[in-house]
């Protein structure tokens, strides 16, 4: 079984830092786009940040240039550093992978479990 395990959350102060760590375990084939997403108190989920198996990334305004996506193939895992954290950053945070899993080869889009992100003094 395919399945994403994050870690790395908790209660910071305002600029902060705090880094998020999502890995990819069970049967894979290959991992193509990872990402995070989050989902504050009553609000939808939003993106956050996007990396393509050729390491292209994509941020959301919000975050631009106080959190930094990044991965390790080897690993399976990405991870999202978070810099100058604002209380407006609180929220659920999600791990998003799109894989092809090995015995079946299966397509999957995956979520992680979510990790609470606090900013707040």
């Known amino acids: 079984q395919v399945q994403l395990v994050e870690s790395g959350g908790g209660l910071v102060q305002p600029g902060g830092s705090l880094r998020l760590s999502c890995a990819a375990s069970?049967?894979?084939?290959?991992?193509?786009?990872m990402g995070w997403y989050r989902q504050a108190p009553g609000k939808q989920r939003e993106l956050v940040a996007t990396?393509?198996?050729?390491?292209?990334?994509n941020y959301a305004i919000s975050v631009k240039g106080r959190f930094t996506i990044s991965r390790d193939n080897a690993k399976n895992t990405v991870y999202l550093q978070m810099n100058s954290l604002k209380p407006e950053d609180t929220a659920v945070y999600y791990c998003?992978?799109?894989?092809?899993?090995?015995?079946?080869?299966?397509?999957?889009?995956?979520w992680g479990q979510g990790t609470l992100v606090t900013v707040s003094s």
């Open positions: 998003n992978a799109a894989l092809i899993s090995r015995a079946p080869i299966k397509y999957l889009e995956l």
């Open positions: 990396i393509t198996s050729r390491n292209s990334t």
């Open positions: 069970g049967s894979i084939f290959s991992i193509n786009a």
